[in-house]
Nanobody
Framework: QLQLVESGGGLVQPGGSLRLSCSAS????????IGWFRQAPGKEREGVSC????????YYADSVKGRFTISRDNAKNTVYLQMNSLKPEDTAVYYC???????????????????WGQGTQVTVSS
């Protein structure tokens, strides 16, 4: 059974850092583009970043560009989201998602992705 599990969330002060992990099981993640999304209370889910199946291309939303870095370790079936210089507006539940793609660039549209994790809470507050 294909499953994605996020971890690494928590409470951090503004300006701090967290690293989220997305661990895949039940499938070979290097055949899949992986995206990170977030949803704040009362807001729609929005795309944050994505990485292609090969890891050769990445994409970032303008709101996180220069602060967040996505990477993957296909040997570990894991994708990471390093989040630096965190701001209160980054507070949200963060989800990872997967779509089967061998080629092409990744996008951060929710409709593109078929498989979703349960999310991990990130709270940025002093």
């Amino acid at each position: 059974q294909l499953q994605l599990v996020e971890s690494g969330g928590g409470l951090v002060q503004p300006g701090g850092s967290l690293r989220l992990s997305c661990s895949a099981s039940g499938f070979t993640s290097d055949y899949y583009h992986i995206g990170w999304f977030r949803q704040a209370p009362g807001k729609e889910r929005e795309g944050v970043s994505c990485i292609t199946s090969s890891g050769g291309n990445t994409y970032y939303a303008d709101s996180v560009k220069g602060r967040f870095t996505i990477s993957r370790d296909n040997a570990k079936n894991t994708v990471y989201l390093q989040m630096n210089s965190l701001k209160p507006e980054d507070t949200a539940v963060y989800y990872c998602a997967a779509v089967y793609r061998l080629f092409g660039r990744c996008v951060i549209y929710t409709d593109e992705y078929r498989y979703w994790g349960q999310g991990t809470q990130v709270t940025v507050s002093s």
